[in-house]
């Protein structure tokens, strides 16, 4: 091969990498490294139902209760 042909094939490679690195700056930039560990965190996720009153009234107790505990700021006039 001559030199002219290995300077055409590395040009040609720039170009290529040019034009794709906004694709690629997403897919393995800082965006899809955000997005890959998201996934996996919502990947541990579960949502749990539940059809008992018991439970519900329960759980509105420990919110108002939690509610009551947190401190307030009084509005000075």
Known sequence: MSVVW??????AIAVLVAAE?????RALGREGRKGRERARRKANLKVIRT?????LE???ASVER????LPTI????
């Not at 059809?51 to 439970?55: G, L």
């Not at 939690?66 to 505990?69: C, H, M």
């Not at 009084?74 to 006039?77: L, P, Y």
């Open 6 to 11: 290995i300077a055409l094939f590395v040009a």
């Open 74 to 77: 009084d509005k000075r006039d």
């Open 66 to 69: 939690d509610l009551s505990r």
């Open 21 to 25: 690195w906004p694709r690629l700056e």
């Open 58 to 60: 329960e759980f509105a």
């Open 51 to 55: 059809e008992d009153s018991d439970s």
